[in-house]
């Protein structure tokens, strides 16, 4: 993909509206919605195809005209009778078709070639402990000299496990044992792994609104229906999640509430106890992202869900990409042994166990003197890095709440100035961020953006930011 892809279309070309096109054509052509069906609604699909409503509308009416559906007033699209069997008009090939909902929005947006690259939530490699990482390559070879002839534990190395398992008991007040534990391959397989044991099609599934929108594709993709419930600088309103739990008994609650992404906002503890007695009551599977836990600014966050939970109802996920390294991809999941043991299978389905390589690499580094100061700088160099961004936002006038953690800005646009007329001139001048919309599970809230301070050097993120303010401030003169 590349910064001159027109806007409305794929990262193969395509105009969006042909995607759902060709998708309702290809399901009526092969008989799978036969005439008189009713079609999903143009929410729904919207929501699943992660675009806009008008986008969908456009196909429905490209179909309607060309008889293969109908519209009943107030009731919605129907297959028409008449388009029985007809192969689609627009097959692109014969070539099987790839899942409907299979989409991954944020890696279209990061793979943008700019500058000044603000939509991607990752540490500057510079920052990053590279050369000592690379120190600790050679000594696990000398360690264990068939280390390459060797499969991982599925369930993930036992020295790590141990180490993890001490870990997480004396950072996060979670008394945890090696078995407790499964290493994956990074958060991401994680969410992946759960929302393929726990999500069927149509099933509801609670998620934070905003949320991480690589969760809501992984979601979207089996596909799941979002209740979302709104996180605020104070937390949720328990309220609110009650009711959803109460009344569409949602079997999980995919959540990241330790300086979220995309927001910085941190769940208080009390809310914490509190949700998690409610999973309880409702037997909703409470899925803890907590890949940031680490990335805080001045005082340590709450302990994690899993600290409160006795009933087995919380699912902790700890990844380390955000501060050891990306690379190795190395996520700790802790849980109940109703949760584990099913996921062990899915995991050992999946890829039989994360590269041992990794794993040692990994161990040799964190039980290290050195990540405890390396942590110390990092988390100096990113609150100087989040100051000098928003000194620079400051002349544009959208809004935020400063987070004491994370990697992010979550910026409220002014009314009169879109994320997507924003974006275009933005990337024109060499700057990439998210726009909000992707990280919002029903795609209707349209102006907000994410901007990401951790991932380049501070004169760029200097020069990044102050272009973005004066292009606001331009787009709204
Ligand atoms: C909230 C959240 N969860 C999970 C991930 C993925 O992490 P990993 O690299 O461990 O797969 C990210 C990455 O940005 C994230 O922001």
Known sequence: MTANRPLGTTHDGKRLYRRVYDDVARRIGSGEWKPHDRLPSVRLLAAQFGMNRLTVMRAYRMLEEEGKIYAREKSGYYVSPASGGAAPAFSDSDFPASPPFLRDSLTEI?????????SQAMIDPNLLPNLFLSEYVKKVFDIYPKL????????????LRQALARYLADNAKIPLEASDLVI???????????ARLYVR????????????SAALDIFRQQGARFLSVDIAP????????????ALHKPRIF????TFHNPTGHTVPAPQRKKLVELAERYRCLLIEDDSFHEMYFDAPPPPPFLAYDTGGWVVHLRSFSKYVSPGLRICAVAGAPQVMKPFLTAKSLADNGAPLVNQKIFLHYFESERVRRHLDKL???LQVRKEIMEEELAAAPWTWVSPQGGLNLWLKLPSGLSAEALLEASL???????????CDPQRERGSWIRVSYSFVGEEKLREGARRLAELANRLLE
């Open 110 to 118: 990061q793979r943008l070639p700019v500058d000044y690259q603000f």
């Open 148 to 159: 390459m002839g060797t499969y991982s534990d599925v369930q993930g190395d036992g020295e």
């Open 184 to 194: 994956t391959t990074g958060a991401q397989q994680a969410i992946d792994l759960l």
């Open 201 to 212: 099609p149509m099933d509801a599934i609670l998620v934070e609104r905003p949320t991480y």
């Open 234 to 245: 104070d937390g949720y309103d328990l309220n609110r999640v009650e009711e959803l739990m």
């Open 254 to 257: 995919y959540l990241n509430p």
């Open 379 to 381: 988390r100096i160099a």
């Open 428 to 438: 024109e001048r060499s700057v990439s961020f998210v726009p909000g919309l992707i």
